[in-house]
């Protein structure tokens, strides 16, 4: 729920108004998990709550720690699908990378996400707790370290899952919940052209980032296929129209593929393609994963590839690998457990769950 959201429930209760946004602050900025941790509630009004609402959609299954303090969290979700979400250290402050659904639809052939097909969106409270079970986990096991940014970068595609995306957004960025600025969060996406239009019109409007990853069309359908629905020049078009707040810039993100898209000819395509805009290309060199064959290029092409991109005027940031050895790394997200076959995404056989709260 969003505050307003909250406040209407407490009102449809016959509650007073205010009892909405005491106990949604409960929620969101003192991150209660249980009704009886809410002290300044009656005893009755606590239990009344405990009737018709849960907190949290979400259980910690298993925590992996990277040799390098990646942290992969393992989460499953009230019908028994798995998600993952992994916290990057960068030194006190953390970036949080979240997912928006269990697993993608959008079958880019380089991740490994994508072989695990899509079994449904993540709703927006299971979105949000991500974020919460993460915060509690650091305050556990290292509590000078806090997470700073966000990005929409895990399992799904975000823009597939849109309505929950911005409520989640909402709930994070209220002043009086979680409290998360807006330019600390980002949110990447394959291209999905209509729904960028969208974002661009939104009162809460995060940084964007636009999986691209191909200089050209030839490259790109071959290895993101939602290329022949909306090819570069469509997207490319649509971040044009985009409204950039000042000071802010789109991100590319480009993963590099040995022999597919690595030359400096691609490089030289790529700075033509994107002159003009007002944009920063993150380089991710590949990570392995037994889904794909691509290989990463090796040391010095990847060196050539990024040089070559400074030289013709681009900003680039060369995206150094974190938590790769426990699967945690860029488009290595598939529900692995230390190193065994991706796991099946799967919904428990039992009751239904709980209808939601009207």
Known sequence: MTLADAEAFAVAQRWP??????????????????????????????SDMAERAVIGGLTLAEVQTSKDGTRKLWMTTHDGASIESVLIPMGEH????????????????FCATAKLGLKRNLDAGEIVDQVYLGRRLLAEVEPAARIQNIVYMG??????????????LRILTDDKGAKLASRRITVSTSGLVPKLERLGNETVRPNLAVSLNAPNDAIRDQIMPINRKWNIGKLLAALKAYPLE?????????????????SI??????????????CKVNIIPYNPHPEAEYQRPAPQVI????????????????????????????????????????????????????????
């Open 265 to 278: 000819a691609d490089a030289g395509q790529l700075a033509k393609l994107l002159r003009g805009f007002k």
């Open 246 to 262: 000042q000071r802010r810039r789109i991100t590319f993100e480009y993963v590099l593929l040995a022999g597919v898209n690595d």
């Open 94 to 109: 953390v970036t949080q990378c979240i997912s928006s659904q269990v697993g993608c639809a959008v079958d880019c052939q």
């Open 303 to 358: 060196a050539a590839f990024q040089n070559e991109c400074k030289r013709l005027g681009m900003s680039t940031y060369l995206r150094i690998p974190k938590g790769d050895d426990i699967d945690a790394a860029c488009g290595q997200l598939a529900n692995r457990s230390n190193g065994s076959p991706v796991v099946p995404l799967r919904i428990r056989k039992g009751p239904p769950p709980p209808p939601p709260v009207e």
């Open 155 to 168: 399992m799904g595609e975000p823009l597939h899952n849109y309505d929950n995306l911005i409520t989640s």
């Open 17 to 46: 108004r205010f009892r909405g946004e005491q106990v949604w602050r409960w929620v969101h900025d003192k991150g209660a998990r249980t009704f009886d941790e809410m002290t300044n509630l009656s005893p009755k009004t606590r």
